[in-house]
């Protein structure tokens, strides 16, 4: 079955990089996905990546895909406070629905 | 565009009142998507339509739920009766399926509280 899971919390301080893990059973996955959720809000995508890359950059973004292991990860460099948020990693396989996994709340302190 | 609209923002009820939920996605998007997020179960995909059409309410909890699409541009998710584990913020979203990667436009929510 789909399951996408996350570590729940993640705490680093002001200006280091941090590293945000999913893991993912469903290897027929075409796009994985990182949203972004802030405090009061609904999830805005963040960014994507093909199941075919093995690396995506945007900006202070890097995303890397393992599809061997099925492990995918979020980096974000020069973190700053107004990162602070809840990020959700998601799978799709050739249909609108996305499975989420259970969001890593992450911390950014001075 | 406005982005996905939900009304109201904030509902508190009694239990085994009847709530309704509203959402009016973005203009131009077929598919919409209603989910329900609590701290103990994360975030759960309650049901989806595309062109107006249920495709999957696997996720939706039990009768009491009902989800309504009459047209592209709104959508009902209702709770009768609702009770206290009913409790959550409760999120549409919309998106274009486009058979590519899928950019799903959330609202901001609705809080709701049964007591």
């Known amino acids: 079955g789909e399951d996408v899971e996350q570590s729940l919390f993640l705490s680093v301080r002001e200006g280091d990089s941090s590293v945000i893990n999913c893991t993912y059973t469903d290897s027929s996955s075409t796009y994985l996905y990182w949203y972004k959720q802030e405090p009061g809000a609904g999830l805005q995508l963040l960014t994507y990546?093909?199941?075919?890359?093995d690396m995506k950059q945007d900006q202070r973004l890097t995303v890397l895909l393992n599809k061997k292991d099925k492990h995918l990860s979020l980096r974000i460099a020069d973190t700053q406070t107004g990162d602070s948020a809840i990020y959700f990693c998601a799978e799709s396989y050739n249909t609108d629905k996305l499975i989420f996994g259970t969001g890593t709340r992450l911390q950014v302190f001075p | 565009d406005a982005g996905v609209i939900q009304s109201p923002r904030h509902e508190v009820t009694e239990m085994g009142q009847e709530v309704t939920l509203r959402c009016k996605p973005i203009?131009?998007?077929?598919?919409l998507f209603w989910y329900r997020q609590t701290m103990m179960r994360g975030l759960e995909l309650l049901i989806y339509?595309?062109?107006?059409?249920?495709?999957?309410d696997s996720g939706m909890p039990e009768d009491r739920f009902s989800a309504k699409m009459p047209n592209a541009s709104f959508s009902t998710l209702k709770i009768q009766p609702s009770e206290p584990r009913d409790s959550a913020v409760y999120f549409c979203a919309s998106d274009q399926s486009s058979g590519a990667y899928n950019e799903q436009f959330f609202g901001p929510g609705t809080r709701l509280t049964v007591l």
């Open positions: 339509f595309n062109n107006n059409v249920p495709i999957d």
């Open positions: 990546i093909f199941s075919n890359m």
């Open positions: 203009s131009g998007h077929n598919s």
